[in-house]
């Protein structure tokens, strides 16, 4: 099983984007999301993909990504 770990703050606003595996405990960085944000939501599709939503940058965002799962962008 992968987990995906986008945006967030690290003294600054974040696009970086990883999958975390749990089976064997390791980070793999992956395509960056477009915007960078912090406090969004995310949700797993049926289709497998997650839809990245909302959060902040300087201002709140209204804006969505969509990460797919397949090609890791």
Known sequence: MEVLVAGGYNED?????????????????????????RYHTASLLTNENILI?????STVLNSAELYHTLTQT
């Open 13 to 37: 606003h974040l696009n970086t984007a990883e999958l975390y595996h749990t089976l064997t405990g390791t980070w793999i960085i992956t395509g960056n999301i477009n915007n960078a944000r």
């Open 53 to 57: 939503i909302g959060g902040t940058f």
